[in-house]
């Protein structure tokens, strides 16, 4: 019994669709590491394997701007496959820290309606954790 329930869950692929996206400030910069189950991202914008789709989708649909308003260019880093996940790399000049920054994360929200993006920021030791559903709009950092 137990055996068929857990080759039904496998077969079904993970039961639900989110993202992690860690946010560490220091020496005016921002490092961007955001984790997605790979195979979430089949069929999305970011389908084909080459660096600059994946680069396209993530700065299309992860944005950060800084307190005094202006978006930041994200620089694509590149990604990394660490078993069933992807972690897609990037930074940004942020001189004035991630206080009062705007966080936009909808990843994978025009494909799945029950997609979850965790945002947490992290600056001089103290933590914030975002929450995005799908349809939110910018969240404000403390």
Do not use: C, K
């Not at 820290?97 to 025009?110: D, I, K, Q, T």
Request: glycine residues 12%; aromatic residues 4%.
């Amino acid at each position: 019994m137990i055996r068929s329930v857990l080759l039904a869950l496998l077969a079904a692929g993970h039961p639900m669709h989110t993202s992690v996206a860690e946010l560490e400030s220091a020496g005016g910069e921002v490092r961007v590491a955001i984790r997605v189950y790979a195979d979430d991202l089949a069929g999305a914008d970011a389908d084909a394997p080459a660096d600059s789709a994946l680069a396209r989708y993530a700065r299309t649909h992860f944005l950060l701007a800084d307190a005094a308003g202006p978006p930041v260019s994200l620089l694509w880093l590149g990604a990394e496959r660490t078993g069933g996940a992807l972690v897609l790399r990037m930074r940004a000049p942020l001189p004035g820290g991630l206080g009062g920054a705007r966080v936009v994360s909808s990843l994978l929200h025009e494909r799945f309606t029950d997609q979850v993006n965790i945002v947490r920021a992290t600056e001089g030791g103290r933590t914030t954790t975002l929450l995005f559903l799908r349809g939110d709009g910018p969240r404000t950092l403390p």
